[in-house]
Every structure is written in structure tokens, then in C-alpha cells.
């Protein structure tokens, strides 16, 4: 996968600062305030090898990642739409991701965590319910908006990706079965997924897009 930049700021009880993302499709990476920050989830953000524990005193910290702070991020993402013609035609659209981490609890955790996406597009703007922290249900909650023909082309609503009934993360732990879509298509329930499961091609984020792209229809794979 090629490198891809989402703009985006990020903003703590120090202040708020423009930042970019470089995304090669599974890892993310930023730079704040001269610290080199990675990770494979907006959630999981940690400082690189080697950063002097002294770079590190003007963050907050949850086990090693980034907390109590706030992201908004830019994501172009491809949208499919009914031309005039009778035929579909594809617009390039901008998701802003809105993340909010909370703090450390007394288990460890954050204690506090969400996630709002706005979706804009030939002049049109829709917003998700920001009740959660999964792309996966605030995307699905932009598609439900949108109208009829007008779909997100993304890997959230390809064919051939679902999740693990084991659970996922906040973003980018699809499962892309495009290696063996006949036999995924045949499974239409929990019990008959655990025959592909562990057998996925590769981990995919939800707004990544591959020329094997079709859209999902209902019913299909473990998510359904």
C-alpha cells in the first residue's frame, strides 16, 4: 500500500497544534510538538524508540500511548453516487474524524473515549451519532443517511471484509478475505465463519479502498 497524508490537528491542556498523519494502510504516524508518535489505531499512538523520556513530560500517557488529548483528522474517502445518465459516477468525499481520549481510570484503562465523523461531499454534510468509539458503527450510521445509490467505497462496505467475533479495534482490524471470496460468500452466520476465520488475506482499515472492491450486500459473512 502507498502512503496517504490526513491532515488533522491535535489539541491537549498545553493547546492545539495542525498535524499530519502518514497511513501506509496499517501503520499511522504523527509528529507532535518534535516527538515522533506510531501506531496502528488513533488509540495507540506511542512514542518511537529510542524518544528520550525527557521529550515525553508534556504528554499524557496510558500505558505507553497518548491519552487526554483530542484529534480531528481529514480522510478523503471515495463516494459513490447515481449519474444523470443512468450510470454511477464517483466523487472524492472528506470524512473528519473527531477523536476524544479520556484519561487513565484506576483499572488502567481510559476512562473516556469517542468518536464523531463528518462526512462531506458535493455540497452535501452529514454527521454520525458520535455515540461510540468504532469507525465501524459511525460509518455504517453515515451510510444509513445517506440516499438511495449514494454509498461510502471503502473497505466498511466491500464484500469481502468483516471482523472477528473475538472483537476488534477502534479502526483498522477489518478482515479482507479477496484471497478466498467464493468460500466467504458462502458463510452466512457465526458458526459457519470460524471455517474462513484466521484465514484472511490481510488487515485492512475501514476507509482503505483496492481495486478488488464490490459492493456488500446484506446478509453476508459473520457481520451480516
Not at 461510502?152 to 469481502?160: E, G, Q, R, T
Not at 478475505?177 to 457465526?190: A, G, M
Request: hydrophobic fraction near 35%.
Amino acid at each position: 500500500m502507498s502512503e496517504t497524508i490526513h491532515p488533522g490537528t491535535y489539541r491537549d491542556k498545553h493547546g492545539e497544534e495542525p498535524l499530519q498523519f502518514r497511513n501506509d494502510g496499517s501503520e499511522l504516524r504523527t509528529t507532535i510538538r518534535g516527538v515522533d508518535f506510531a501506531g496502528s489505531d488513533f488509540d495507540m499512538l506511542e512514542a518511537v524508540a529510542g524518544t528520550p523520556e525527557h521529550r515525553l513530560a508534556s504528554f499524557s500517557l496510558n500505558r505507553g500511548d497518548l491519552c487526554e488529548c483530542r484529534f480531528t483528522v481529514d480522510i478523503a474517502l471515495p463516494v459513490a453516487m447515481p449519474a444523470a445518465n443512468g450510470s454511477q459516477t464517483t466523487v472524492i468525499g472528506t470524512v473528519q474524524a473527531t477523536i476524544e481520549l479520556g484519561a487513565t481510570s484506576s483499572d488502567g484503562r481510559l476512562d473516556s473515549q469517542r468518536l464523531r465523523l463528518r462526512l462531506a461531499f458535493a455540497g452535501s454534510d452529514f454527521v454520525s451519532a458520535g455515540t461510540g468509539d468504532l469507525f465501524e458503527l459511525e460509518l455504517l450510521d453515515l451510510q444509513r443517511q445517506l440516499p438511495e445509490g449514494v454509498y461510502l467505497k471503502a473497505c466498511i462496505n466491500c464484500l469481502y471484509s468483516d471482523y472477528s467475533p473475538y472483537g476488534q479495534a477502534s479502526f483498522g482490524s477489518m478482515l479482507c478475505f479477496r484471497n478466498i471470496k467464493d468460500e466467504y460468500l458462502r458463510v452466512t452466520s457465526k458458526n459457519e465463519f470460524w471455517a474462513v476465520h484466521g484465514r484472511h488475506d490481510r488487515l485492512v482499515q475501514e476507509t482503505y479502498l483496492c481495486g478488488q472492491f464490490a459492493r456488500r450486500r446484506p446478509g453476508t459473512g459473520y457481520r451480516g
